[in-house]
């Protein structure tokens, strides 16, 4: 099946805008206030009292100390897995279903699918890296052959290897198409990091604040376009799939 850019662009900005879409976005500027919150904090508690003392252009970091803060944001780091996995399945339904929240999105074999995904993430995060690293094209190759894995674990309920099976099979035929999306969704990363950098002159703080705002944002309307896509290329959405039952 031929994936429709311009029906999975409008569509996946629909799918963003519902209520389906504002909940993950909610959960996920959650999830990033709190990492990186966290994350900071442990980089600040590790800073020289005087340089700490001037901000040192870190940013926003929550009031914790180091062994705390290092906590959390693992703890944080793990949870964004599972927000990432709920987000997939609210925006891979019907059109028509996404006003509605499910229970079960939020709780079906979430400890399987949890494990799946993370092993799905460490992988991509190697592999596309190590790609990008040696040369711009396997990169790329494989960042849009396996962009359906997580939509796979989340949505079909597949182990590791079956959802870069399945990710690879909906991609074949559509890779152009679907490099397109890349691309885009590069663009807009770029215009999105622009315009959180304008509240950095305000302070680190604000600055980041605004960037994860703004960033969680782009990431659910992404998110939206690469539902739509998965549905179209799997001929149905998570609704009309017996094993969301």
């Known amino acids: 099946m031929a994936l429709q850019l311009g029906k999975a662009i409008g569509r996946g900005a629909r799918r963003s805008l519902s209520v389906s879409g504002i909940v993950a976005l909610v959960l996920m500027i959650c999830y990033q206030v709190l990492f990186v919150g966290s994350f900071n904090a442990v980089i600040v508690d590790t800073l ?80 596309i890296p190590i790609g990008f690293a040696f040369l711009l094209v396997p990169g790329l190759f494989l960042a849009v052959s396996l962009q359906f894995a997580v939509f796979a674990v989340a949505v079909e309920d597949t182990g590791p290897i079956e959802a870069f099976r399945r990710s690879w099979g909906l991609a074949s035929g559509n890779r152009w198409r679907l490099l397109a999306l890349v691309v885009l969704f590069g663009v807009i990363g770029a215009i999105g990091g622009a315009v959180g950098s304008v509240f950095a002159f305000v302070s680190p703080s604000a600055g980041q604040l605004a960037s994860l705002v703004i960033n969680s944002v782009l990431v659910i309307l992404m998110y939206g376009i690469i539902a739509d896509s998965f549905v179209q290329l799997r001929g149905g959405s998570a609704s009309a799939t017996s094993s969301l039952a």
């Open 48 to 127: 020289p009292s005087e340089v700490r003392s001037g901000d040192a252009g870190i940013g926003f970091a929550l009031p914790l100390s180091t062994e705390v803060a290092a906590g959390l944001a693992v703890f944080a780091l793990l949870l964004g897995i599972g927000i990432f996995l709920v987000t997939a399945r609210l925006l891979a339904r019907d059109l028509s279903d996404l006003s509605s929240l499910p229970g079960n999105l939020f709780t079906r074999r979430l400890g399987r699918a949890f494990l799946s995904a993370l092993v799905v993430s460490v992988v991509l995060g190697v592999a």
